[in-house]
């Protein structure tokens, strides 16, 4: 994908003001943001902004998105706090911690993640403890994945359709076209549509590119993280009308997938 320089411009900007959004609200936006700007070469600046953060924020979700995001940008360090948050009594931050250590590669203490993904209680952390599992090569956490996958849980379906979007293989796309139909949530149907692209499917492509226009601002949104992932090279011009889109973290999302598939 080549960007103009207007373009380009824009989307760093975007992302650079998203970094800095400082509304309570805007705090996963400003992840987001760094997520992005990682991905545009720039984790300096996501290493210098977010850094003294680690010292300073005292709420464990938070704290894993912080941390998540420096390991990203190329600090190691952070890998602890979030194996630690895992290792907590209190379960508050688990599922963030598992999420986080996915994201980046990583299990931290993976006696602790086995436990929170055969015995977590909550069927999302089982499930992002299994992705953290499953990316590290573990059979059995993918089999729960695609277990969950055709389960009946919403939930289920819907973090593990994100999930094999990601580590799942051609053999996924058939399971995942047959829940389109009975898809408890068009959120749910835009994650399942978005793991479709992501696996190279045709039909899903038509139809991500046809949700980065939906109402919804989440679906335009998890559209446009996801045309990153199945390198949908064929929606760069919705992609850059959405630098204007009234919506924060839809914003965000355009810019980060323009300026990777640029890279």
């Known amino acids: 994908m080549k960007l103009s320089q207007a373009i380009e411009g824009k ?5 650079r003001e998203g970094l800095r959004a400082a509304g309570e609200e805007d705090f996963w936006v400003s992840m987001h943001a760094a997520e992005g700007l990682t991905l545009a ?3 300096h600046e996501v290493i210098e902004f977010l850094e003294p953060k680690l010292e300073t924020e005292k709420d464990a979700r938070r704290l894993c998105g912080i941390a998540r995001e420096l390991v ?4 190691r360090e ?4 979030l194996t630690e948050i895992l290792s907590r009594p209190d379960p508050y931050g688990h599922t963030h911690a598992a999420e986080s250590l996915y994201k980046v590669d990583e299990v931290g203490d993976e006696t602790v993640m086995r436990e929170r993904f055969e015995n977590g209680g909550d ?3 089982r499930l992002m403890s299994a992705a953290a599992l499953a990316r590290q090569g573990d ?3 993918l089999a729960f994945l695609r277990e969950s996958r055709d389960g009946a849980d919403p939930d289920g379906l819907k973090i593990s359709a994100w999930v094999l979007g990601i580590l799942g293989d051609e053999s996924d796309i058939e399971p ?3 829940r389109l139909a009975d898809a408890p949530s068009p959120v749910i149907h835009g994650y399942i549509v978005n793991a479709l692209a992501a696996l190279g499917d045709a039909e899903g492509l038509t139809l991500l590119a046809r949700d980065l226009e939906d109402p919804d601002p989440a679906i335009r949104t998890y559209a446009a993280t996801f045309a990153g992932d199945a390198r949908a090279y064929s929606t760069q011009a919705r992609l850059e009308a959405m630098l204007d889109d009234p919506f924060p973290d839809a914003r965000v999302r355009a810019a980060q997938t323009l300026l990777q598939l640029s890279r």
């Open 78 to 81: 952070p890998v602890a706090v």
């Open 41 to 43: 070469g720039l984790g």
């Open 11 to 15: 989307a760093i900007t975007v992302l």
């Open 139 to 141: 059979a059995a956490a």
């Open 123 to 125: 069927i999302v952390l």
């Open 176 to 178: 995942l076209r047959r």
């Open 72 to 75: 990203r940008a190329g600090k």
